[in-house]
């Protein structure tokens, strides 16, 4: 158990709604990330956030925004899904905004009928 | 454009014996390369790292070997155990606008057998 936790663990939408994925960071860790593993796929760097603040961000869709509110839990709010938006989310969490070593969840499973 | 290669999706290898992933990349701005191992239903969990100014790095069973001239890290695994059988992971490291990115291969799937 790494610490970090992830709800909801699965997901199962239709097309061109909305959902939001939560994410809790382990005790004391700061930064969070947000990554999307598509099948067959590694792991895709969607955002970074630290104390509140965006910090790096990879290849995020514009339908696609995040947030980390001030008890550092983060939601990845995900728009106007499509088909190809079906995918595993991991969130991870770090103490510092340059660590190396980051801790991740469990993930949310998202489907899109 | 793949920045982190890991062309083997499989490897099967006896107990005992030695395991060895191979990860490419291509961008010279990496500092950090790291190994994930991931089993089914859990997220990616941290296994060892390299920094960029390195060669090697041993932890236990696990070492990690990086070839800068030829942009190409390994991890060995010695001696190779059933309870090692996971999705293996090759990440690295950017830092980039006061934060951290890691880019990820596709993975490999070890398979140890008895």
């Known amino acids: 158990d790494s610490g970090v936790t992830q709800t909801p663990k699965h997901l199962i939408t239709a097309t061109g709604q909305r959902v939001t994925l939560r994410c809790s960071p382990r005790?004391?860790?700061?930064?969070v990330y947000w990554y999307q593993q598509s099948l067959d796929q590694g792991l895709q760097f969607l955002i970074q956030?630290?104390?509140?603040?965006?910090?790096a961000k990879g290849n995020i869709l514009e339908r696609f925004s995040a947030q980390q509110f001030p008890d550092l839990h983060s939601e990845l709010n995900l728009s106007s899904l499509e088909l190809g938006d079906s995918a595993l989310y991991f969130c991870?969490?770090?103490?510092?905004?340059?660590?190396?070593?980051?801790?991740f969840g469990p993930g949310t499973r998202l489907t899109v009928l | 454009d793949q920045q982190v290669k890991q062309n083997s999706p499989s490897l099967s290898v006896q107990e005992g014996r030695i395991s060895i992933l191979n990860c490419d990349y291509t961008?010279?701005?990496?500092?950090?390369f790291l190994w994930y191992k991931k089993y089914p239903a859990e997220g990616p969990t941290f296994l060892i790292s390299?920094?960029?100014?390195?060669d090697k790095n041993e932890d236990g069973r696990f070492t990690v070997f990086l070839n800068k001239s030829a942009k190409h890290l390994s991890l060995h695994i010695v001696p190779s155990q059933p309870g090692d059988s996971a999705v293996y992971f090759c990440?690295?490291?950017?830092?980039?606008?006061?934060?951290?990115?890691?880019?990820f291969g596709t993975g490999t799937q070890l398979k140890v057998e008895l």
């Open positions: 990440a690295a490291s950017e830092m980039t606008g006061g934060g951290n990115k890691l880019t």
């Open positions: 956030y630290y104390n509140g603040e965006e910090r």
């Open positions: 961008n010279s701005m990496f500092d950090y």
């Open positions: 390299i920094s960029s100014i390195k």
């Open positions: 005790s004391g860790d700061l930064s």
């Open positions: 991870a969490s770090s103490a510092a905004s340059g660590s190396l070593t980051q801790y």
